[in-house]
């Protein structure tokens, strides 16, 4: 029940794989995933912004209506501008 592993061979190391000849190599791949990544930080970014604002704005709106007053919107959609900036700098502000 011995089996001899001095028998197998360590597989070649490729810049391509052979069933993916004529693909981007390796850091090629790399740099398209980064520039994925930060495409989808962008759209994070924005709808961090535009749900901050838009909650917010509900919100104050919300408000302006039952206390029949005019100025709870734009302290609302204020508000919620600041508060998603506040959000963004604390989550990404360290990977720029």
């Known amino acids: ?15 391509v794989a052979p ?10 791949r790399l740099k398209s995933a980064q520039r994925s990544t930060s495409k989808d930080q962008g759209l994070t970014i924005l709808s961090y912004l535009l749900a901050g604002i838009g909650l917010y704005g509900g919100l104050g ?17 204020i508000l919620g501008a600041v508060i998603s ?12």
């Open 61 to 77: 709106w919300l408000a302006d209506r039952a206390f029949h007053t005019s100025f709870l919107i734009a302290v609302g959609l």
């Open 19 to 28: 069933d993916r000849i004529g693909e981007p190599l390796a850091g090629e």
């Open 85 to 96: 900036m506040y959000i963004i700098i604390k989550r990404y502000g360290s990977v720029a």
């Open 1 to 15: 029940m011995n089996r001899d592993t001095s028998a197998r061979s360590e597989p070649e190391s490729f810049d």
